[in-house]
């Protein structure tokens, strides 16, 4: 069974940068599209909230407009592993981010729906204060 693994969440100030990884196991992350949501609570699993996308060889990126600006999403196929550089933090980002995974080349136009991924990852907490 494929495994996602997420680390590198934690508790920071508003302004503040973080960043957190996403391990595949079992499976080459070079066959996959990924892609970052975020959850906060009171929202179910099909609420989360899509923030960054990545094709499979990293050529092409896309990012909600939330975050447009100040998140990075980066791959290394190589470490078989997934990045989200987040950078002036602010506390409408606290949530808890998940990393997804499809088989596609590219992020498709309904990357932002939930349903369309093959494997999630468990999620890491992400908490600025103000």
């Known amino acids: 069974q494929p495994q996602a693994v997420e680390s590198g969440g934690g508790s920071v100030q508003a302004g503040g940068s973080l960043m957190i990884s996403c391990t595949l196991l079992g499976v080459s992350l070079d066959d996959y599209a990924m892609s970052w949501f975020r959850q906060t609570p009171g929202k179910d699993r099909e609420q989360r909230e899509g923030v960054s996308c990545i094709s499979r060889t990293g050529t092409s990126t896309i990012y909600a407009d939330s975050v447009k600006g100040r998140f990075t999403i980066l791959r290394d196929n190589a470490k078989n592993t997934l990045y989200l550089q987040m950078n002036n933090l602010k506390p409408e980002d606290t949530a808890v981010y998940y990393c997804?995974?499809?088989?596609?080349?590219?992020?498709?136009?309904?990357?932002?729906?939930?349903?369309?991924?093959?494997?999630w990852g468990q999620g890491t907490q992400v908490t600025v204060s103000s």
């Open positions: 997804a995974a499809v088989p596609y080349e590219y992020c498709e136009g309904n990357w932002k729906g939930s349903f369309v991924y093959k494997f």
